[in-house]
């Protein structure tokens, strides 16, 4: 089947044709169907739709901070081809458009009647050149082509087959190109999948049946005693979002949900044939923030592999909810500027994902306040035309490396060859 051209407005591209859509298993089918019909009855997520550009950043979503992030320079070109793979309701296209003025953007949805809340949203806010398309995952080669961004957040563990899931979109992803995932983790999300069951177990019958899931569900959460570690966990990590029966519904209603820890999630990027990047968190894998008090126990865990160290990571802190982090198809080659000429000989420019400019205190891509001393700002600002080198930007202002280096290690700086 052929998928439909755009039309003049590039929001408003008409849904394929489900008629014609290859045939799954009955189990995947049916899956499939389910989420599809949850995220029809409430559409996910349930941001409000503005009349302008949508606040603030996420540098995942900005192709020209993903790319430095994760090979350590700028992209030479900006005119990327985006895939938001499971766009729900819009909120991460939309960012996608605007972070990205140069790029093509294709977004894809089991949901049709998410799919038009995300095209009143891009249409609302001017975000242009995307097209939107009702498919699944699984199907996602009938878009014919490849993409040097994919972005997936919070679709692959909804699938029946994960694995089928990965491994579809890994084929589409270009040689070099970046893939962005975002998936559960089992540890942080233990109370959730007890009251998911619970749920379900008092639906009996009329599971599948959304509205009732909610309803039964704050039932629940009323009638249990505060105390209860259910109740207090809710209260302690989701409360804030799950006054929105959307919210809750995705949390505690969803008909299918695979959670992972590190040892699972490695068999899902092995199964992928992609390489691991490093995780777009990497504050919370940094083991020196739990075991830096104690210089043993840091020379013990030097001794493990990286897989291991992140379980160990994830076992001493088991507050993580989600996984995100970055995969890349080969050839995967990232710049090292550990050499001094060659980090002189480097073209600086100000990352495009920080807020405070121009001043001396900031955010930095992670919304952490960094605060520049004088000779710092002076060298950033020398920065922002992006054409002069290290060595000649240092010629005028006296900056130590090391302290570059730091910024560049924020991300307040990117670098070109």
Same mark, same amino acid.
């Given at each position: 089947?052929?998928?439909? $051209?755009?039309?003049?407005?590039?929001?408003?591209?008409?849904?394929?044709?489900?008629?014609? $859509?290859?045939?799954?298993?009955?189990?995947? $089918?049916?899956?499939?169907?389910?989420?599809?019909?949850?995220?029809?009855?409430? =559409?996910?997520?349930?941001?409000?739709?503005?009349?302008?550009?949508?606040?603030?950043?996420?540098?995942?979503?900005?192709?020209?901070?993903?790319?430095?992030?994760?090979?350590?320079?700028?992209?030479?070109?900006?005119?990327?081809?985006?895939?938001?793979?499971?766009?729900?309701?819009?909120?991460?296209?939309?960012?996608?458009?605007?972070?990205?003025?140069?790029?093509?953007?294709?977004?894809?949805?089991?949901?049709?009647?998410?799919?038009?809340?995300?095209?009143?949203?891009?249409?609302?806010?001017?975000?242009?050149?995307?097209?939107? !398309?009702?498919?699944?995952?699984?199907?996602?080669?009938?878009?014919?082509?490849?993409?040097?961004?994919?972005?997936?957040?919070?679709?692959?563990?909804?699938?029946?087959?994960?694995?089928?899931?990965?491994?579809?979109?890994?084929?589409?992803?270009?040689?070099?190109?970046?893939? !962005?995932?975002?998936?559960?983790?089992?540890?942080?999300?233990?109370?959730?999948?007890?009251?998911?069951?619970?749920?379900?177990?008092?639906?009996?019958?009329? /599971?599948?049946?959304?509205?009732?899931?909610?309803?039964?569900?704050?039932?629940?959460?009323?009638?249990?005693?505060?105390?209860?570690?259910?109740?207090?966990?809710?209260?302690?990590?989701?409360?804030?979002?799950? !006054?929105?029966?959307?919210?809750?519904?995705?949390?505690?209603?969803?008909?299918?949900?695979?959670?992972?820890?590190?040892?699972?999630?490695?068999?899902?990027?092995?199964?992928?044939?992609?390489?691991?990047?490093?995780?777009?968190? =990497?504050?919370?894998?940094?083991?020196? /923030?739990?075991?830096?008090?104690?210089?043993?126990?840091?020379?013990?865990?030097?001794?493990?592999?990286?897989?291991?160290?992140?379980?160990?990571?994830?076992?001493?802190? =088991?507050?993580?909810? !989600?996984?995100?982090?970055?995969?890349?198809?080969?050839?995967?080659?990232?710049?090292?500027?550990?050499?001094? $000429?060659?980090?002189?000989?480097?073209?600086?420019?100000?990352?495009?994902?920080?807020?405070?400019?121009?001043?001396?205190?900031?955010?930095?891509?992670?919304?952490?306040?960094?605060?520049?001393?004088?000779?710092?700002?002076?060298?950033?600002?020398?920065?922002?035309?992006?054409?002069?080198?290290?060595?000649?930007?240092?010629?005028?202002?006296?900056?130590?490396?090391?302290?570059?280096?730091?910024?560049?290690?924020?991300?307040?700086?990117?670098?070109?060859?």
């Amino acid at each position: 089947m052929n998928l439909p $051209a755009p039309d003049r407005d590039p929001a408003n591209v008409s849904q394929g044709d489900p008629a014609n $859509a290859p045939q799954n298993t009955p189990d995947r $089918a049916a899956a499939t169907n389910a989420v599809a019909s949850l995220y029809d009855t409430y =559409p996910f997520p349930p941001e409000p739709i503005l009349d302008e550009a949508p606040p603030g950043y996420n540098w995942r979503w900005h192709w020209e901070a993903a790319y430095n992030f994760c090979y350590r320079r700028r992209p030479d070109r900006k005119d990327a081809r985006i895939l938001d793979a499971g766009c729900g309701s819009g909120v991460s296209t939309e960012y996608l458009s605007h972070l990205n003025p140069e790029a093509q953007i294709t977004a894809i949805d089991i949901s049709p009647g998410t799919l038009e809340v995300a095209r009143e949203r891009c249409r609302r806010s001017n975000a242009t050149r995307v097209e939107f !398309h009702n498919l699944s995952l699984y199907d996602v080669d009938r878009l014919g082509g490849q993409f040097d961004l994919i972005n997936s957040v919070g679709v692959l563990h909804h699938l029946p087959d994960p694995i089928a899931g990965i491994q579809a979109l890994a084929k589409q992803l270009a040689p070099g190109g970046l893939f !962005h995932i975002f998936v559960y983790s089992e540890l942080g999300r233990r109370e959730v999948l007890l009251a998911q069951r619970a749920i379900a177990m008092l639906q009996g019958e009329k /599971r599948g049946d959304y509205t009732d899931g909610v309803a039964i569900g704050r039932k629940l959460f009323a009638a249990l005693p505060e105390t209860n570690r259910l109740v207090v966990e809710d209260k302690r990590r989701w409360s804030l979002e799950n !006054h929105r029966d959307a919210n809750f519904a995705d949390m505690y209603v969803h008909p299918q949900e695979c959670d992972y820890n590190v040892e699972t999630l490695f068999e899902l990027i092995d199964a992928s044939g992609l390489e691991f990047v490093g995780f777009s968190n =990497p504050a919370y894998w940094d083991l020196d /923030r739990l075991l830096g008090s104690d210089p043993e126990l840091q020379t013990r865990a030097k001794e493990l592999g990286d897989r291991e160290r992140y379980r160990l990571i994830e076992l001493l802190d =088991p507050e993580l909810s !989600h996984y995100e982090f970055f995969l890349a198809k080969p050839p995967f080659t990232p710049s090292d500027w550990g050499d001094d $000429a060659r980090l002189l000989a480097a073209r600086p420019s100000l990352s495009p994902c920080i807020q405070g400019w121009p001043s001396r205190s900031l955010f930095d891509l992670d919304y952490q306040i960094v605060e520049l001393s004088e000779i710092e700002f002076e060298f950033v600002r020398a920065c922002e035309s992006g054409d002069r080198r290290v060595s000649e930007i240092l010629s005028d202002i006296a900056l130590p490396l090391e302290r570059l280096r730091q910024l560049i290690a924020r991300q307040i700086l990117l670098l070109a060859p």
